[in-house]
């Protein structure tokens, strides 16, 4: 079966110039239509896959005799993901795993959950091999439930969350009335029975064994034979992050000759208070940057690693919560500029409210970065963040809120060109007035941004759909001021047809014309 990548690629012409009239936002239901049941399988992709759809032309997409049409229907980004699970119960198996598997996303920026009824419908009558990916459809609040949900094989699935469970939720899982429920609910605790794990221990390396001694009780002979005959030379890094340990191997381990492994322990949170403090005088920097961040610091401790002679300890120690904002301004630390700005998933559980505003308020750079990646942030603190003068800050915030401000979008896009910094043009508030003026910018990304704006001249889109970057072509391509004349030639363009195509300007005689000349794609 060919890829999407394939389809396109093999696609001709013709077939890419309807593919393009099927993303026409002039486009009428009519036209829709005609290209759901005419066209190449190609324009039947991207009609399907790559835009929202008036409801006469989704009865016809759930109706349409071709799975693979309906499969692109499947995993469409931009319709009602109610709309999506209307084929939950497809007679295609095909079908039904891109019900499954939903649109394509990246964390954190998870698609729109499926309705929790469809959800529950595929985790009960679905084959395995088509729930890998379900969990990236799920709502939050759906996830959260699953173990107690009414259904008992919706509860089953539940049980695979047992680590983020209270004793409550775990007892009454053991105790189901349904002999599934309650063997899925075993084979979980059986991972905190040391016993067990000893005896299911694999003597090789594989992942198993990884997930075992980094996730699963630890018995003192798996402990002892770890330390005696690791079968890999990561097992001992493995077990000092692993929070059964035995207090005396964490003592034990503290003093390993292994720094990463030394690294590991000063992590943890029972690491003792003699540990501790000889982990602060660590001779390696990493050790001791692992240890600044341990909340038990006393007040010694916080003032040694705050004049450590590597920047990158004190760096770690200048965020501690044991500080006050006069004792961090003491401290020589060195924001660093060279991180990616990025969107971050909600936690789970939410922040303190209070906590997130000290941190806003905080004079410590890091402290407001942590502060602007908060969803919820108040609007006081929207405002705040968005005036400061850390360009770290600022970028969170647009990333990240989703009522970031157009200016701080615009100010964001413009200054910052890390990774994802396309993402910021998808914020729900990016402008798109005011841009034509990026038409001559140096930077071909913000150049771009001048297809954007509705008024930008015809003569500057004319000349941007000459522009070397390929990028900015595309985007002139489809602006309404594209002049007729350079949009008739565009249509006959190999690398631009579709995108001309799609122009919301096209003359409708036009579009009658390249329907009547449906393309030879392959079906």
């Known amino acids: 079966m060919r890829t999407p990548e394939q389809i396109w690629e093999d696609a001709d012409l013709p077939a890419r110039r309807l593919a393009g009239l099927a993303l026409n936002p002039s486009a009428t239901p009519e036209v829709l239509l005609r290209l759901l049941a005419e066209g190449p399988l190609a324009v039947r992709m991207v009609l399907c896959r790559d835009r929202d759809l008036p409801g006469a032309v989704v009865d016809a997409v759930i109706a349409h005799p071709d799975p693979r049409t309906r499969s692109f229907f499947a995993v469409n980004p931009h319709v009602d993901p109610a709309q999506r699970a209307r084929l939950v119960d497809d007679p295609e198996w095909l079908v039904r795993a891109h019900v499954a598997q939903g649109p394509r996303a990246t964390e954190p920026d998870r698609p729109k959950p499926l309705p929790d009824a469809a959800v529950v419908r595929i985790l009960t009558t679905y084959e395995p091999e088509h729930l890998w990916s379900l969990y990236r459809n799920v709502s939050p609040e759906l996830m959260r439930s699953l173990a107690a949900h009414p259904d008992a094989e919706a509860r089953r699935h539940g049980v695979f969350h047992w680590s983020r469970m209270s004793d409550d939720e775990r007892a009454a899982l053991l105790a189901?009335?349904?002999?599934?429920?309650?063997?899925?609910?075993?084979?979980?605790?059986?991972?905190?029975?040391?016993?067990?794990?000893?005896?299911?221990?694999?003597?090789?390396?594989?992942?198993?064994?990884?997930?075992?001694?980094?996730?699963?009780?630890?018995?003192?002979?798996?402990?002892?034979?770890?330390?005696?005959?690791?079968?890999?030379?990561?097992?001992?890094?493995?077990?000092?992050?692993?929070?059964?340990?035995?207090?005396?191997?964490?003592?034990?381990?503290?003093?390993?000759?292994?720094?990463?492994?030394?690294e590991q322990i000063a992590g943890r949170a029972d690491l003792g208070p003699a540990e501790r403090h000889v982990l602060v005088a660590d001779p390696d920097p990493d050790v001791r940057g692992a240890v600044a961040r341990h909340p038990d610091l006393d007040a010694d401790e916080r003032r040694t690693l705050a004049t450590d002679p590597d920047p990158r300890v004190r760096l770690a120690v200048s965020v501690h919560p044991g500080l006050s904002e006069e004792e961090r301004a003491r401290v020589d630390y060195t924001v660093p500029m060279d991180r990616p700005f990025g969107a971050h998933a909600a936690p789970w559980p939410p922040r303190d409210p209070e906590a997130v505003r000290r941190d806003a308020h905080s004079g410590h750079p890091l402290l407001r970065r942590r502060a602007a990646r908060e969803h919820t942030l108040a609007p006081d603190l929207v405002a705040r963040l968005a005036e400061d003068d850390d360009l770290g800050v600022r970028v969170l915030l647009a990333q990240n809120h989703p009522d970031a401000p157009a200016e701080l979008l615009l100010r964001s896009f413009l200054e910052y060109t890390g990774p994802e910094?396309?993402?910021?043009?998808?914020?729900?508030?990016?402008?798109?007035?005011?841009?034509?003026?990026?038409?001559?910018?140096?930077?071909?990304?913000?150049?771009?941004?001048?297809?954007?704006?509705p008024q930008t001249p015809p003569g500057t889109v004319d000349r941007l759909t000459r522009d070397p970057d390929a990028q900015v072509r595309s985007g002139a391509a489809r602006h309404p001021n594209l002049p007729p004349a350079r949009l008739a030639e565009l249509l006959a363009d190999a690398e631009l047809a579709h995108r001309a195509a799609a122009n919301p300007a096209l003359d409708p005689a036009v579009t009658r014309r390249l329907l009547e000349t449906q393309g030879r794609g392959a079906r």
């Open 176 to 262: 189901d009335p349904d002999e599934r429920v309650r063997e899925a609910a075993r084979a979980c605790a059986l991972h905190e029975d040391p016993a067990w794990v000893e005896s299911q221990l694999p003597d090789r390396p594989c992942h198993s064994r990884t997930h075992l001694l980094l996730h699963s009780a630890l018995s003192r002979a798996v402990v002892e034979g770890v330390l005696t005959a690791p079968a890999d030379e990561d097992d001992t890094w493995m077990i000092a992050g692993n929070p059964t340990l035995p207090p005396d191997t964490v003592v034990l381990l503290a003093a390993d000759p292994d720094p990463k492994v030394r």
């Open 421 to 453: 910094r396309a993402r910021l043009t998808t914020r729900p508030n990016f402008p798109c007035a005011g841009l034509a003026g990026c038409a001559d910018h140096e930077d071909p990304l913000v150049r771009a941004l001048a297809a954007r704006d």
